[in-house]
């Protein structure tokens, strides 16, 4: 199975700093990999898929990049709405994993 | 609009069967592939297995020995099926098309 391996685990951040989060797979996932936001209590959401490409409705501030095992979640300027739980998950190959998460939180 | 509703039992006895029904809207079956994915309380997510528009199934290898899906493309239905179900199989059930996912089920295996 590919291990997803994302950092930080946690991550304290000001309102309008840009974050970045990373997702490291064990091996090439051919840029099949997706980025969802978990808020509390709720089902997760679909913020961008294969690498790069914004979800529709998903706003601007959100961006995608990486090839090979290495990639990012890039917020551009954050905002209090961003607190959640982000999670990858790579549809390369069976099974479909996720990385363990990275939780946002506020400065 | 797409939508995925779950439905099913909160609360299992352990080495019995859990039965849940996912329930689609506004896409079909035959055309789009249903996945169940599962979050224990607190923790990540893992996925379970999967159905495809063509009616073949996948399965995580680590339930595949516990695991059935399967569905009713007339009542726009995907079931899950797994037995022999231990405390360590409480969690938030799914299921989603990737790009939508329905308000989850919890759960609970106790006696």
């Known amino acids: 199975d590919i291990q997803m391996t994302q950092s930080p685990s946690f991550l304290s951040a000001s309102v309008g700093e840009r974050v970045t989060l990373s997702c490291r797979a064990s091996?090439?996932?051919?840029?099949?990999l997706d980025w969802y936001q978990q808020k509390l209590g709720e089902a997760p959401k679909l913020l961008i898929y294969?690498?790069?490409n914004l979800h529709t409705g998903i706003p601007s501030r959100f961006s995608g990049s990486g090839s090979g095992t290495d990639y990012t979640l890039t917020i551009s300027s954050l905002q209090p709405e961003d607190v959640a739980t982000y999670f990858c998950l790579q549809r390369n190959s069976w099974p479909y994993t996720f990385g363990a998460g990275t939780k946002l939180e506020l400065k | 609009q797409v939508q995925l509703k779950e439905s099913g039992p909160g609360l299992v006895q352990p080495s019995q069967t859990l039965s849940l029904t996912c329930t689609v809207s506004?896409?079909?079956?035959?055309?789009?592939?249903v996945h169940w994915v599962r979050q224990p309380p607190g923790k990540g997510l893992e996925w379970v297995g999967a159905i495809w528009s063509g009616g073949s199934t996948d399965y995580n290898s680590a339930l595949k020995s516990r695991l059935s899906i399967s569905r009713d493309t007339s009542k726009s239905q995907v079931f899950l099926k797994m037995n022999s179900l231990q405390t360590e199989d409480t969690a938030i059930y799914f299921c989603?098309?990737?790009?939508?996912w329905g308000q989850g089920v919890m759960v609970t295996v106790s006696s």
């Open positions: 506004g896409f079909s079956l035959t055309s789009n592939s």
């Open positions: 989603t098309s990737f790009i939508t």
């Open positions: 294969n690498t790069n």
């Open positions: 091996q090439n996932i051919n840029k099949y």
